[in-house]
């Protein structure tokens, strides 16, 4: 008798917990598309048009790409099963390299506009130091850019090697498996000390 109330207060909390996943994976993914929606709005006030261009076109397929990656979650834990999940997989892999590159591409237009701004400030620096004035400023702001370029440069390195993931899903380079989860490691702790780091 004892067996059997353990082996069903068992299941029971197991489905407890399974229902809890998804009440919570499900809160966390709309969320995130609301996120997206917001940054679209904000990337359309944007007058840089590269900029304005390649931060919508990765939202809109980061959109895309988390709404097929929700749906091969829900196939996973068996809420729903799908018969194309292979097709559904691809099309989400599709999307998150467009993403990826759309990233890349802005990341590389923000290094050449962040080097543009740090010769400018050098030789304001530089002409104020010639005349015997207060270089203190312009110094402050070089600072400042080189952080700014820091930050974008990790980013970069992150999307080039994010892209290797999906490009070796579709088969588009060949890497081995080891491989790609020792690249999506790195670049998730990357991400990680990145986030903690702007905290600060």
Same mark, same amino acid.
């Given at each position: 008798?004892?067996?059997?109330?353990?082996?069903?207060?068992?299941?029971?909390?197991?489905?407890?917990?399974?229902?809890?996943?998804?009440?919570?994976?499900?809160?966390?993914?709309?969320?995130?598309?609301?996120?997206?929606?917001?940054?679209?709005?904000?990337?359309?006030? /944007?007058?840089?048009?590269?900029? +304005? *261009?390649?931060?919508?076109? @990765?939202?809109?397929?980061? =959109?895309?790409?988390?709404?097929? #990656?929700?749906?091969?979650?829900?196939?996973?834990?068996?809420?729903?099963?799908?018969?194309?999940?292979?097709e559904?997989?691809?099309?989400?892999?599709?999307?998150?390299?467009?993403?990826?590159?759309?990233?890349?591409?802005?990341?590389?237009?923000? /290094?050449?506009?962040?080097?543009? +701004? *740090?010769?400018?400030?050098? @030789?304001?620096a530089r002409? =104020?130091?010639?005349?015997?004035? #207060?270089?203190?400023?312009?110094?402050?702001?070089?600072?400042?850019?080189?952080?700014?370029?820091?930050?974008?440069?990790?980013?970069?390195?992150?999307?080039?090697?994010?892209?290797l993931?999906?490009?070796?899903?579709?088969?588009?380079?060949?890497?081995?498996?080891?491989?790609?989860?020792? *690249?999506?490691?790195?670049?998730?702790?990357?991400?990680?000390?990145?986030?903690?780091?702007?905290?600060?």
């Amino acid at each position: 008798m004892n067996g059997i109330v353990s082996t069903q207060l068992h299941e029971h909390t197991v489905k407890y917990l399974a229902t809890s996943v998804v009440i919570v994976s499900t809160v966390m993914r709309i969320g995130r598309q609301i996120e997206f929606a917001r940054t679209i709005q904000k990337a359309a006030l /944007l007058k840089d048009d590269v900029a +304005r *261009i390649t931060l919508t076109v @990765k939202q809109v397929f980061l =959109a895309i790409w988390l709404m097929h #990656d929700s749906c091969q979650w829900a196939n996973t834990a068996g809420v729903v099963k799908f018969d194309n999940i292979k097709e559904i997989s691809r099309r989400g892999q599709k999307a998150w390299l467009v993403a990826l590159i759309a990233s890349l591409l802005g990341n590389l237009h923000k /290094l050449r506009l962040n080097g543009q +701004r *740090i010769e400018q400030e050098t @030789k304001l620096a530089r002409a =104020a130091a010639g005349k015997g004035g #207060d270089a203190a400023s312009a110094a402050m702001a070089i600072k400042s850019l080189r952080a700014e370029r820091s930050k974008i440069t990790v980013a970069t390195v992150q999307d080039s090697l994010d892209m290797l993931i999906p490009a070796s899903g579709l088969e588009i380079v060949k890497i081995e498996t080891g491989i790609v989860g020792l *690249i999506g490691a790195f670049t998730s702790v990357l991400g990680a000390v990145t986030h903690w780091n702007s905290l600060k």
